[in-house]
């Protein structure tokens, strides 16, 4: 149309972008006159006031000075971020507290009197004995009064003394929660970063011929449970081909060796509870994986991943990967109690040093201090690993920061 005319064209298209500026400053102006309009900027992540009279001029758009002195007082706050980091630590605190009074009550509830552990047939404790233990051990007075002495101690960081053993509680824990620690942490780890990148690859190749076994294998390690899985690799492993111990920690009189050996000699009697536990908690982590990833490749940014032709490995590392990342790491978090659990139960089996031994005793002696310290424990390690993913997650996922 514009042929001898092109010059005119040419003038027309140029002065185009001028009228459509012109336009909207007109219509920007229009709504300043009607009401007020709350603009977010985007760079800083606070809400303005833009139609504030103090900022209207004959139809010009307010600066960015004038703006950011309208900054409303919730942007001058925390971030979304922040408060979601202030609530988590707020709900933690008081699932803390609560956690404390209902491990003071469990002990008191089960039936038996915790003195009978100085009882034997040739021990016969008196009255007068009796209420002298029970005031050594803080067992005198009502529920309340017990309650605020239980409380006192562990503000002082005292988790008492044993009443089948007579030893601080706190040396008691910190000989056995290592152990507990380097069996739970490493199978959780292993079961994790295994389950991770089985699952993404087998939900890439899902109804493939591979896909099938693992879903059958991962199937049955989840129904089974940890003492059956850890009996049979006793019998298997160290019974019938004799390449692990069977039992304990280290081998007596190992503490007389050089360090490499100890090292290897911890390592060695680590293999098959390590192994039970990984395998009972891989199951339900690779299924988990599996279905969180089949989900993410249903989505747009997916089938945009492909049209663009980006690599198979880039889509599935970088697109499939990462966004199941997040929830899989929500749902790790909670599984930490689970694995814990799975821990005592292992430890039961192959006779491992650690808190699960001395809960198990504890509970039948009726020792009310020890069991309380290992529930407490436990339970802290539970929460704060929990909240440690929740605070990690506020920073891979970028739905917090626009809450």
């Known amino acids: 149309m514009c042929g001898a005319t092109s010059g005119t064209c040419e003038g027309r298209w140029a002065t185009a972008p001028l009228l459509l500026i012109v336009l909207r400053r007109g219509?920007?102006?229009?709504?300043?006159?009607?009401?007020?309009?709350?603009?977010?900027?985007?760079?800083?992540?606070?809400?303005?006031?833009?139609?504030?009279?103090?900022?209207?001029?004959?139809?010009?758009?307010?600066?960015?000075d004038s703006m950011a002195s309208l900054v409303s007082p919730g942007a001058s706050g925390r971030s979304p971020r922040g408060r979601h980091r202030a609530r988590l630590l707020g709900s933690y605190l008081v699932t803390v507290y609560i956690l404390v009074t209902v491990i003071f009550v469990l002990p008191r509830a089960l039936p038996g009197d915790p003195l009978n552990a100085f009882i034997d047939e040739y021990t016969v404790l008196t009255p007068e004995a009796r209420v002298e233990l029970a005031?050594?051990?803080?067992?005198?007075?009502?529920?309340?009064?017990?309650?605020?002495?239980?409380?006192?101690?562990?503000?002082?960081?005292?988790?008492?003394?044993?009443?089948?053993?007579?030893?601080?509680?706190?040396?008691?824990?910190?000989?056995?929660?290592?152990?507990?620690l380097l069996?739970?942490?490493?199978?959780?780890?292993?079961?994790?970063?295994?389950?991770?990148?089985?699952?993404?690859?087998?939900?890439?190749?899902r109804g493939a011929s591979r896909d099938r076994v693992l879903q059958v294998l991962s199937t049955g390690l989840r129904a089974m449970p940890e003492y059956a899985l850890g009996t049979m690799l006793v019998i298997a492993l160290g019974v019938v081909v004799q390449l692990f111990p069977v039992s304990g920690g280290v081998t007596p009189f190992t503490e007389f060796r050089p360090l490499a050996y100890r090292l290897f000699d911890v390592l060695w009697h680590l293999v098959l509870p390590l192994t039970t536990l990984t395998l009972g908690l891989l199951g339900a982590k690779y299924l988990m994986v599996r279905n969180l990833t089949i989900g993410v490749l249903g989505q747009d940014y997916?089938?945009?991943?492909?049209?663009?032709?980006?690599?198979?490995?880039?889509?599935?590392?970088?697109?499939?990967?990462?966004?199941?990342?997040?929830?899989?790491?929500?749902?790790?978090?909670?599984?930490?109690?689970?694995?814990?659990?799975?821990?005592?139960?292992?430890?039961?089996?192959?006779?491992?040093?650690?808190?699960?031994g001395v809960m198990v005793s504890a509970v039948n002696s009726r020792d009310y201090p020890v069991i309380e310290a290992c529930f407490l424990v436990l339970s802290?390690?539970?929460?704060?690993?929990?909240?440690?993913?929740?605070?990690v997650g506020t920073y891979l996922d970028p739905r917090v920061q626009s809450e």
Not at 160 to 170: E, M, N
Request: net charge positive; no cysteine.
């Open 183 to 205: 069996l739970v942490g490493t199978a959780l780890m292993l079961a994790s970063v295994i389950g991770f990148r089985v699952g993404v690859t087998s939900a890439w190749q």
């Open 135 to 180: 005031k050594v051990h803080g067992l005198d007075g009502s529920l309340a009064e017990q309650y605020a002495r239980y409380v006192g101690r562990l503000a002082r960081g005292d988790l008492g003394q044993s009443i089948s053993s007579s030893q601080p509680v706190t040396r008691l824990m910190g000989t056995n929660l290592p152990w507990t």
């Open 302 to 356: 997916m089938l945009l991943a492909r049209a663009k032709g980006l690599p198979e490995q880039r889509q599935k590392r970088r697109h499939a990967g990462r966004n199941a990342l997040v929830p899989y790491l929500n749902m790790v978090g909670v599984q930490v109690g689970i694995a814990v659990g799975g821990g005592i139960f292992v430890q039961e089996v192959f006779g491992y040093p650690g808190i699960g």
């Open 27 to 64: 219509a920007i102006s229009e709504k300043l006159e009607r009401k007020p309009v709350m603009s977010e900027s985007r760079s800083s992540q606070t809400r303005v006031l833009v139609g504030s009279p103090s900022l209207k001029s004959e139809g010009s758009v307010p600066t960015g």
């Open 380 to 391: 802290l390690l539970v929460l704060t690993t929990n909240l440690l993913v929740d605070l």
